[in-house]
């Protein structure tokens, strides 16, 4: 079993996804270059975000796997941001239809990130703080329970631009509550296999929740289920 991961980011998800990876399918071995692939390993590529990775990265990525010939699956993690999950998938299928991309026996997973990589992280209700008094948190807390409600379906505060920024400010702020903190570069506790296992156990508590993550999930089982 081989895979090829191509991931939007180039600091977070290169750092989480081989994290997680080792928790869920400790018997893949990560491999710094994709012609060093053989047997039960896995490379990651990390792109340089939207839209350089469905133009630029994706065909390059499909030209390393036909030269290697030794892949199962190809797997492309994007965010979804201010789109919907159906139309980043679709402008993934379209490109590789009017490029007249041919994967071979290589098959194509596609993993939204929906809204982006953050949102999913804000999944784990053990970094809740009750009752917040601080602000901005407890502005943020009012707007959306994250706790409560599941945060993919959460939109986005006055004052931000997109979707992702308020994500990603609103777990900022939920970490600091705590005392620790997160940045893409430093994701730090996002790494731990206890703060995977929280968004797992969320989404067997309400199967509506995270959806996008459970996407991710059901992948690496599917996988599991091959070895």
Not at 13 to 20: L, Q
Request: aromatic share 16%; hydrophobic share 35%.
């Amino acid at each position: 079993m081989n895979i090829y991961f191509l991931v939007e980011g180039k600091r977070t998800e290169r750092k989480v996804y081989p994290a997680w990876l080792g928790y869920l399918l400790p018997e893949l071995k990560q491999v710094k270059s994709y012609d060093e692939v053989n047997k039960n390993n896995y490379y990651l590529f990390s792109a340089e975000g939207y839209p350089s990775i469905i133009y630029d990265h994706l065909p390059n990525a499909i030209a390393d796997i036909q030269v290697n010939g030794k892949f199962n699956y190809f797997v492309v993690c994007l965010d979804a941001e201010e789109n919907t999950m159906n139309y980043v998938q679709e402008e993934i299928y379209d490109f590789l239809a009017a490029e007249k991309i041919q994967m071979g026996d290589t098959k194509l997973f596609i993993i939204i990130q929906n809204r982006c990589f953050e949102t999913w992280f804000l999944g784990n209700r053990r970094i809740y703080s009750r009752q917040p008094q601080d602000r901005p948190l407890r502005d943020y807390t009012q707007y959306y329970n994250t706790s409560l409600d599941c945060p993919e379906l959460m939109g986005k505060f006055s004052n931000f631009n997109t979707h992702a920024q308020f994500h990603e400010a609103y777990l900022k702020e939920l970490f600091r509550a705590k005392n620790i903190s997160y940045s893409k570069k430093n994701p730090g506790e996002v790494l731990q296999k206890y703060y995977l296992e929280q968004l797992i156990i969320r989404t067997q508590d309400n199967n509506q929740h995270l959806p996008s993550f459970q996407n991710f999930i059901r992948f690496c089982s599917m996988v599991k289920n091959q070895l």
